[in-house]
């Protein structure tokens, strides 16, 4: 077992890289971190992953996307029942329009 937090802590730690936006899902849950967040969103991002879950074998248990602002985002990969982080290159244009926070409640309100 792995805490979330304490893992994706240590890679942003490993990649200096500061988060813009996120994505992230496990057991049904999803935790969102929109574009242009305020401090105490942030907290309570990664305060929300402070669980537990089992990354070994037997399938993918962590899913998601994170940005960063030096033009770097993570990827969940998994394979063979090993989980990870893979870290890219990405173009501003590239993240995802519904992780900016006015776009999602013009959503939200529309799909009411």
Not at 53 to 80: A, F, H, M, P
Not at 87 to 105: C, G, H, I, S, V
Request: glycine fraction near 8%.
């Amino acid at each position: 077992m792995v805490n979330a937090k304490d893992e994706l802590l240590k890679e942003l730690y490993y990649g200096k890289d500061e988060i813009v936006a996120a994505d992230i899902s496990c057991k049904g849950n999803r935790y969102i971190l929109y574009r242009h967040h305020t401090d105490e969103e942030l907290k309570h991002f990664f305060n929300s992953l402070n669980f537990k879950y089992d990354e070994g074998y037997g399938g993918q248990s962590l899913y998601g996307n994170i940005w960063c602002k030096n033009t770097v985002w993570y990827e969940r990969g998994e394979y063979d029942g090993s989980e990870w982080w893979k870290r890219f290159q990405y173009d501003e244009t590239d993240m995802p329009k519904t992780l900016n926070r006015e776009r999602a409640a013009k959503l939200k309100k529309i799909l009411k």
